[in-house]
């Protein structure tokens, strides 16, 4: 996490003797802001990421939400979620006092916040809408169903093929029973800010629809334009006005992207780390800022694993950015801190690490680039 100050020296160095003979300067900008981050020729990154101070109480919060208000995390407690409107003091919230927390199901939905808890194999699902404060019960939900929050609605989706889903607003938090147009494993919502995309669990099959809750039709497009794509581990993620589905194949990653949810276009296409490390894992999580998605990869050289974030503004190139964290622990969710001030990403609990210590992109950081 610190520069490599004999480094940066030579690079410095090596910068004002090229300059000296051939006129070039050595330059240095924002890395996580402006218009040129996705120009020129990087030379080395000064401090990209910092650790945040330790928390209060000291839990490691995954799976942080923002309901518009207040920040939602677990924390890990069984029976409690924590809300924070600073991310650094939190205050327990009891979700239930006879069930037990199902790990990464809460979510946000506007204002609208809930979750899963489970007892002897039995699921209920959660809602709160005085932001975390009091939870009510909803009804079952299965152990294995899928929770996801997209356009300001929440989506309860059941495991097996079939049409059959619920949703939830702040206004009306009691579920309403929906149906896709066909049967299938659906998973995840996504909304781009003017139609929602609904997705199989192999993110092989899409509906789109207007308003989210019904009139569901055909992703046309989606099943042609993975056909140009290799075979793996896919993920979707929503950037501005536009859908993205990335797949993870040979420790690459390739995208194709679509802007109204039916027609889709070939991306990037067998894009690997530039130092030759490959990609080992895919985040589910990402997040948005200034118009740039960032989400989290593992990188590997067949022994030894890094933590790091690769960028796309649109889906047809990636940027890779400077690894974070050395260690093969699970991928961190990220989000965005309200006010777009910089991206929040857990850290792991290794030791000589506070186990509340979460690291978040540094806004003073600088690119150091030779300009020719």
Not at 103 to 126: D, E, I, Q, V
Request: glycine share 12%; hydrophobic share 40%.
């Amino acid at each position: 996490m610190t520069i490599d100050i004999a480094v940066l020296a030579e690079t410095q160095r090596q910068g004002d003797a090229t300059r000296a003979a051939l006129g070039v300067q050595l330059r240095s900008r924002p890395v996580w802001s402006g218009a040129g981050r996705f120009t020129g020729v990087p030379v080395r990154y000064a401090n990209p990421y910092r650790l945040r101070g330790v928390n209060s109480p000291e839990l490691l919060y995954e799976n942080i939400v923002h309901n518009g208000t207040v920040y939602c995390a677990e924390g890990g407690s069984s029976a409690n979620v924590y809300t924070s409107t600073d991310l650094k003091i939190w205050t327990a919230r009891q979700v239930d006092v006879s069930t037990q927390l199902m790990p990464g199901k809460l979510m946000a939905a506007g204002s609208l916040l809930f979750t899963a808890t489970a007892y002897s194999g039995n699921g209920g699902l959660r809602t709160s809408v005085d932001h975390g404060v009091t939870w009510n019960y909803q009804g079952s939900v299965g152990t294995m169903d899928s929770l996801c929050a997209a356009g300001g609605i929440g989506y309860a989706m059941g495991i097996g093929v079939n049409t059959a889903f619920r949703t939830m607003t702040a206004a009306a938090p009691v579920p309403a029973n929906r149906n896709f147009a066909t049967a299938q494993q659906w998973r995840k919502v996504l909304h781009n800010g003017v139609r929602w995309l609904a997705l199989n669990e192999a993110h092989s099959v899409g509906e789109w629809s207007a308003n989210g809750l019904d009139g569901w039709v055909s992703s046309a497009g989606l099943a042609a334009a993975l056909a140009s794509m290799p075979n793996g581990t896919r993920r979707a993620y929503a950037l501005g006005g536009r859908f993205l589905v990335v797949t993870l194949a040979e420790g690459t990653l390739s995208g194709i992207y679509s802007d109204d949810a039916s027609a889709w276009s070939a991306g990037a296409v067998g894009d690997m780390e530039p130092t030759g490390l490959r990609v080992a894992q895919l985040g589910e999580s990402a997040a948005e800022m200034g118009g740039v998605l960032y989400i989290p990869v593992k990188l590997t050289d067949g022994a030894t694993y890094w933590t790091a974030l690769v960028a796309t503004a649109d889906g047809t190139k990636f940027k890779w950015l400077p690894s974070f964290w050395r260690g093969a622990e699970a991928l961190p969710s990220i989000r965005t801190r309200v006010g777009g001030g910089g991206l929040v990403f857990n850290g792991s609990g290794q030791a000589g690490v506070p186990p509340a210590a979460r690291y978040e992109s540094n806004p003073d950081a600088l690119e150091v680039y030779f300009a020719i």
